[in-house]
């Protein structure tokens, strides 16, 4: 029996409006409970988090038994290539198509904005990890997402208040020409200037530069005390040498605003030690976090980067609110989660907030000497512990309408 037009039409608008939901929006608690992963998996951040980030995310689920409740645990993956557009096309057709429940975003604050457009729009949990930008939780910010690991506002208040405070009062930035670039500058900068310091100059440098001569002689030229680093993964580490022969190193001190171990090791200490940064998490802090870091090592062959450990913690914290809920359901989930103290080898005390930054402490860590490490990887030494309340936007500094 053939359908009329209009019999289609009329069959379509009755199921709307008895609710019957497209695979987009429904989540029917039937069938498995699906993770999606778009981060950076071949390019100059592939180190920090990249593959070792994947195998973090399946190793929560392995750690969970693979199912929760009789459903089964998939994760998806996806090299976003450091482009916006990439991340967020890749994202909405997991939504539509997988009918996916929780997204986590990788490295890179524009593929992560744009993701999170992406969550809002269908109303599922996004949770980024390794994206900077402070705008996800303050005037971008969204029910659905939740900042997970650190942010420029945190990186600024610890390494540019610790560096400011020391003595550098003149900064001169060299700064990723993309969102996370620009907001690190900006949060740093009000940092310096509300600790007596002053800004006199900075250059923009694409992402990926292969040559940074041209920026380090602006650098030099500007007569600055130190050089903060805006950047981050390969970038940062062509700087850092680049700097070293340059000899901007005589006269400048360099800040690395955003720094991981992985740079740390491929620079060597002796091109880094006694550099300041600020991080989330470090592998030998706590005896948890050195178990877990050897399985990596294990794996790897070298230890993980903060981000890595993130990947894990934030997945085992969905996938735990899921079992605690027994439910995929987004905003029941994001509840759970906003109620729980998160308890791991990555946080001793984190709380997700209404504005969606999960507060923990920060790390204010220095770069040992080749005499002061004491066996390999063994990098950094704490010079301050900075508690999550003070590290991160307060409730006056905040223009999230979610928190206001």
Partial sequence: MKLSRLTVVLSATFAVAMGV???????TNTGPITIGFVTDLSGLYADIDGPGGLETIKWAVADMGGSINGRKIEVLSADHQNKPDIAATKAREWFDQQN???????????????MAKVAAEKKRLFISIGAGSSALTNEQCSPYTIHYAYDTVALAKGTGGAVTKGGGKTWFFLTADYAFGTALQNDTSTVVKANGGTVVGSVRHPLGASDFSSFLLQAQASKAQILGLADAGG?????????????????????GLLMFINDVHSLGLPATQGMYLTDSWYWNQTPEAREWSRRFFDRFKRMPSSLQAADY???????????????????????????????????????VRADGSMIHDMYLMQVKSESES??????????????????????AESTCALWK
Avoid: C, R
């Avoid at 939901?21 to 989540?27: F, G, H, K, L, R």
């Avoid at 066996?375 to 704490?382: A, C, F, I, N």
């Fill in 21 to 27: 939901a497209s695979p987009a929006s429904a989540q």
């Fill in 313 to 351: 913690s934030a997945t085992m914290q969905y996938l735990m609110a899921v079992k605690a809920v027994n439910s995929t359901d987004t905003d029941k989930v994001i509840a759970q989660l906003k109620k729980t103290t998160i308890h791991d080898m990555y946080t001793a005390h984190g709380t």
């Fill in 374 to 395: 004491k066996e390999p990887w063994d990098y950094y030494k704490v010079v301050e512990t900075v508690k999550g309340d003070a590290a991160f936007t307060t409730k």
């Fill in 235 to 255: 970038d940062t580490i062509n700087a850092i040498k680049a700097a070293n022969e340059f000899g901007i190193t005589k006269t400048m001190k360099l800040a």
């Fill in 100 to 114: 996916m429940d929780m997204l986590i975003g990788g490295t890179n604050s524009g593929t992560s904005l744009a």
